[in-house]
Nanobody, 122 residues
Framework: VQLQASGGGLVQAGDSLTLSCTAS????????MGWFRQAPGQDRAFVAA????????DYADSARGRFTISRDNAKNTVFLQMSGLKPEDTAVYYC????????????????WGQGTQVTVSS
């Protein structure tokens, strides 16, 4: 499975941004998908995850209420809509996929995209 994340950029605090991650897998609709982020000097942290059908989602406390994860299985794409961005949201955002579970930790995901930089200025 190859994952290609895009949509990052430089925004101001309070702005919105939507990240996309497109997968190469023909069986995308069977994959559990997640978003993680990694700020300089910090570990990779869970942001959000979604079940294969899209009916179930989970969020980190820092993301809940501001971020929305969704997917379009017909387009092999998972999205992360981010609103009310804060400077502390600045990080490289990674999408991840796994065939077995909708996890909340990095080791639970088998495949990773290359990451897209999100920078939020104050």
């Amino acid at each position: 499975v190859q994952l290609q994340a895009s949509g990052g950029g430089l925004v101001q605090a309070g702005d919105s941004l939507t990240l996309s991650c497109t997968a190469s897998a023909r069986t995308f609709s069977t994959w559990h998908m997640g978003w993680f982020r990694q700020a300089p000097g910090q570990d990779r942290a869970f942001v959000a995850a979604i079940t294969p059908s899209g009916s179930g989602t989970d969020y980190a406390d820092s993301a809940r209420g501001r971020f929305t994860i969704s997917r379009d299985n017909a387009k092999n794409t998972v999205f992360l809509q981010m609103s009310g961005l804060k400077p502390e949201d600045t990080a490289v955002y990674y999408c991840a996929a796994d065939g077995l579970r909708t996890g909340k930790t990095a080791p639970e995901f088998s495949y990773w995209g290359q990451g897209t930089q999100v920078t939020v200025s104050s």
